[in-house]
């Protein structure tokens, strides 16, 4: 059974850091892809950051244009760790943020899509004041 859990999320001001953590067991990080996605209520989850691994390698990485250069996602395969550093938080960076992980190998050149992810973490809430 694939569990994924987040850590790492908090209150913080705007211009601040944070790093989330996401345990996988079950499942190998480095086998397909993970990814990173957040969901305010009243709007559909958005795909934040992926990281791509194809047969176990990774092959890219993708960022959503509006944390692209503040946010890097990287994982741990000793650990089977995904994380996601968030530096210069925005007030808009404010919601719940999941991990995922996929059954199959995808990719994408921008923000993932949460059709390509078939597991799914209980979120972590992030919340930047200004």
């Known amino acids: 059974q694939v569990q994924l859990v987040e850590s790492g999320g908090g209150s913080v001001q705007a211009g601040g850091s944070l790093r989330l953590s996401c345990v996988a067991s079950g499942y190998n990080v480095s086998r397909h892809s993970m990814g990173w996605f957040r969901q305010v209520p009243g709007k559909e989850r958005e795909g934040v950051a992926g990281?791509?691994?194809?047969?176990?390698?990774?092959?890219?990485?993708s960022y959503a244009e509006t944390v692209k250069g503040r946010f890097t996602i990287s994982q741990d395969n000793a650990k089977n760790v995904v994380y996601l550093q968030m530096n210069s938080l925005k007030p808009e960076d404010t919601a719940m943020y999941y991990c995922?992980?996929?059954?199959?190998?995808?990719?994408?050149?921008?923000?993932?899509?949460?059709?390509?992810?078939?597991?799914w973490g209980q979120g972590t809430q992030v919340t930047v004041s200004s």
């Open positions: 990281v791509y691994s194809v047969s176990g390698t990774i092959s890219t990485i």
């Open positions: 995922a992980a996929s059954a199959g190998d995808v990719w994408y050149t921008g923000a993932p899509r949460v059709t390509g992810f078939n597991y």
